[in-house]
């Protein structure tokens, strides 16, 4: 592209709020500089209280590049750290990447373009889900597939057009100010959230399956079944704070999650008859498995029906268990205007 056309392209501020990310952070933030993005790009780096290695390697980063610096953010919280990383950045486009997301080439230019041509406040594409162990392959095959996330076009694809929400996305700065960032009640569901009330104020969100960001799924089951709790967990809370927000697609985890224990109560304490429940969600995982695991390992294939169950009834635990008290603290909760939220200094 000549410099001409490079000059008229906006400039972007990638944030990225990262918390004990060692193992995906360098690669992280060398996927965002080799975008070859014709225009001015900075990667504002907001650094939670980590345990390992994460704030050495961003001191590399930052010392290695220019374009490349770092904010605090002292309690670690995701929608925070993305206020901090806001706050601290200074161009029209932002571009929100997590430390373990992988942009694929072209994708920053395809997203500034297709927020001019779609007037949309919000472009975003595909959490494209890759392993790196056994256990990954299996956790990226059930997040990639319509058993395991119902028809999510972020997960599983899908034609391009207007969406609730889209994975990480791509924002006009205006709109971010507008509406006062992220609201750093929501450990969890932030983007969703986001969405909701950028969609209530008018404006576009855009999904596209052109973007893509390759994700490292959590590395065990403990780590899975805590992350898709907290996804049930704090989408319970969504739908108390944005009365009319719920959607059929978030209750069927919970709906397997109460016909399964149901079920396997009623059997014991009633009649065998009530088994034919659980049994038949047994069967619908493995049969699942069956289906979608066609070129995994062997192991992997075996993992598949595990990271279906864990998934599934994680989230439907976090979402029947959701205390009201949570979703009372954040509604009751009065957060400063929407200029204040990101004009604190960091």
């Known amino acids: 592209m000549n410099t001409k056309a490079a000059e008229e392209l906006p400039a972007v501020s990638v944030i990225m709020p990262v918390l004990n990310e ?42 290695e590049d220019g374009r490349v610096r770092t904010v605090e953010n ?3 919280r995701t929608p925070a750290g993305l ?3 806001i706050r601290g950045s200074r161009h029209p486009i ?3 990447v997590d430390g373990h997301g992988l942009l694929t080439p072209g994708y920053i230019t395809t997203a500034v373009r297709l927020l001019g041509e779609m007037d949309a406040a919000n472009v975003g594409g595909i959490m494209h889900a890759e392993g790196e162990t056994e256990w990954e392959n299996a956790v990226a095959t059930a997040m990639t597939s319509k058993i395991g996330v119902g028809n999510a076009a972020f997960h599983t694809g899908g034609l391009a057009g207007p969406a ?23 450990i969890r569901a932030q983007d969703w959230e986001l969405n909701y009330r950028i969609r209530q104020d008018g404006g576009l969100v855009w999904f596209t399956p052109q973007l893509k960001v390759t994700y490292r ?3 065990s089951v403990r780590a899975l079944a805590k992350q898709y709790k907290d996804y ?9 704070y944005h009365r009319g927000s719920v959607n059929l697609r978030y209750l069927a985890p919970p709906t397997a999650l109460a016909a399964v224990v149901l079920g396997l109560v009623l059997g014991v304490a009633v009649h065998p008859g009530f088994l034919t429940v659980p049994g038949a969600y047994l069967l619908g995982i493995l049969g699942g498995a069956a289906v979608e695991g066609r070129g995994l390992s062997f192991k992997a ?27 009372r603290r954040v509604i009751a909760s009065v957060g400063p205007s929407s200029k204040d939220v990101l004009s604190k200094t960091s």
């Open 232 to 240: 049930g967990r704090w989408r319970r809370v969504v739908t108390r």
């Open 301 to 327: 294939r075996t993992l598949l029906p595990v990271a279906f169950a864990t998934m599934h009834l994680s989230w439907g635990f976090g979402f029947l268990t959701s205390p009201r008290s949570l979703a």
């Open 74 to 76: 002292p309690t670690g």
């Open 94 to 96: 932002v571009v929100r």
């Open 217 to 219: 799924p959590r590395p």
């Open 164 to 186: 609730d929400t889209v994975y990480l996305g791509v924002f006009r700065r205006e709109v971010l100010e507008k509406l006062g960032g992220y609201n750093e009640e929501f």
């Open 83 to 85: 206020n901090a990383a």
């Open 22 to 63: 060692e193992r995906h952070l360098r690669t992280a933030v060398r996927r965002i500089l080799d975008q070859e993005y014709p225009g001015p790009i900075e990667v504002v780096i907001a650094l939670g209280p980590s345990t390992d290695r994460t704030a050495e390697i961003a001191a590399e980063l930052v010392a």
